[in-house]
DNA sequence: ACAAGTATGCACCTTTTGGTTAGTACCTCC
DNA sequence: GGAGGTACTAACCAAAAGGTGCATACTTGT
């Protein structure tokens, strides 16, 4: 029995591949508000609500190293730095549209069970 | 500034909802291998790859209590028990292709920058 | 002059997540 | 008759994830 490409490389399947790159509590909310437009550090903190400057950097520059976040470190002080999705992320960031439509259509319920 | 009704129930975005549903580590695996067709207990297991017995039947309780998976327990000795989605896993699991196969086409670039 | 905003890094701590082992009660296969 | 499969649960422990507070070095607003 033949090994699969995906098996071969470590994952289960492509899901974990992807698991991968957008595991996390945060990563899916980050690459979800690049998506609209790029941004600068504190804007991002601003929208995701409830992120430590700790996790919002560590988790940003994961998804840098992956390739589908682009920091742009202008060098000024006081600092500014922006984020922006790379083409790769934006592709990945459009997988996520649907499960965000999914998770307003059934808000509701899932409020309700705890 | 009137809230959404999304941040009334708690939620930043409509995909904060959703991964309220499928966060973790293996949710998004277990719906994705019960996409294809309801499993036993023990070939569920050998399908999520790496799982342990504790993690398995937490998460698939916790899947349950959202209503996105169905148990039977044909109360038999030995035991056995199917899992499989109910409509609203199935719908859930849908919004999942699209991740899956993003996972598939950039595999190698996954595998390569750890 | 002093507070607040700016984007982090570091040290410390708590919480969550996940793994290991053992145990259940019965069955089938060798 | 002992091993291994079946679907779990509980207790215990390790690791990872995540939070808090402090420090930076300079600007702008009060």
Redo the contacts between chains.
């Keep these: 029995m033949a090994e699969s490409?995906?098996q071969q490389?470590?994952?289960?399947?492509?899901?974990?591949?992807?698991?991968?790159?957008?595991?996390g509590?945060w990563k899916?909310?980050i690459l979800?508000f690049l998506y609209s437009e790029s941004k600068r550090y504190g804007e991002l903190k601003r929208?995701?609500?409830?992120v430590s400057d700790k996790m919002l950097s560590q988790q940003l520059k994961d998804l840098e190293?992956?390739?589908v976040v682009s920091r742009t470190d202008h060098n000024e002080i006081p600092p500014r730095v922006d984020y922006a999705l790379t083409p790769?992320g934006r592709?990945?960031a459009?997988?996520?549209v649907?499960?965000?439509?999914?998770?307003?259509?059934?808000?509701?319920?899932?409020?309700s069970?705890?």
């Design positions: 490409r995906t490389l470590g994952f289960i399947c492509g899901l974990d591949a992807a698991l991968r790159v957008v595991g509590k899916p909310l979800h929208c995701v609500t409830g190293s992956h390739g790769l592709s990945l459009e997988t996520l649907p499960l965000c439509e999914w998770g307003e259509q059934h808000q509701e319920m899932i409020a069970s705890v």
